[in-house]
T-cell receptor, first 114, second 108 residues
């Protein structure tokens, strides 16, 4: 299993541009998540999904959109990029055992908006 | 979800046991204690979790006090590769809130 894969690894955007960060998992997990991590800080939840067709907001959803058309894929869309969106973005997935969740993370996408 | 308190940094000699404390005095009955770590700038890695009983796996042991208000993650024989930020998280669901964690330095 490849686990959670993210593309691209690095990206530089100009202010106002748009892009989609890709995330794919091959573990048949029903839950998927997007986080951002600013320098020296912990991770903050942007959006999450409990299954195909179902998404919900996390702590910091403004400026982002998501969709979940398949179990495997959970793309994150940035519209009108701003310097405040410069960050490292991590995708994760998890399975459930009752109320127990273990999240598996991808390697991250490093985004710079200038 | 309950808030956690961790020391910002700790040192441990290579080969010794690393004991990382976490306070979670407002934990409720159905909340689990999770530990993750983040090595350099990689994605976080799940280590272990527990509800009431002590837990052990191939990576670490988790000791939860009887009142569940604090816990300790134990890395039994720390190596240089264990240098990382360790996050203690308390949650009852799939949404986890990361704090700043403890930066563990393993000293050669």
């Amino acid at each position: 299993n490849a686990g959670v894969t993210q593309t691209p690894k690095f990206r530089i955007l100009k202010i106002g541009q748009s892009m989609t960060l890709q995330c794919t998992q091959d573990m048949n997990h029903n839950y998927m998540y997007w986080y951002r991590q600013d320098p020296g800080m912990g991770l903050k939840l942007i959006y999450y999904s409990v299954g195909a067709g179902i998404t919900d907001k996390g702590e910091v959803p403004n400026g982002y959109n998501v969709s979940r058309s398949t179990t495997e894929d959970f793309p994150l869309r940035l519209e009108l990029a701003a310097p405040s969106q410069t960050s490292v973005y991590f995708c994760a997935s998890s399975y459930t055992q009752g109320l127990s969740y273990e999240q598996y993370f991808g390697p991250g996408t490093r985004l710079t908006v200038t | 979800d309950a808030k956690t308190t961790q020391p910002p940094s700790m040192d441990c000699a290579e080969g010794r046991a690393a004991n990382l404390p976490c306070n979670h005095s407002t934990i409720s009955g159905n909340e689990y204690v999770y530990w993750y770590r983040q090595i350099h700038s990689q994605g976080p890695q799940y280590i272990i979790h527990g509800l009431k009983n002590n837990e052990t796996n191939e990576m670490a042991s988790l000791i939860i006090t009887e009142d569940r208000k604090s816990s300790t993650l134990i890395l039994p024989h720390a190596t240089l590769r264990d240098t990382a930020v360790y996050y203690c998280i308390v949650t009852r669901g799939n949404k986890i809130i990361f704090g700043k964690g403890t930066r563990l330095h393993i000293l050669p």
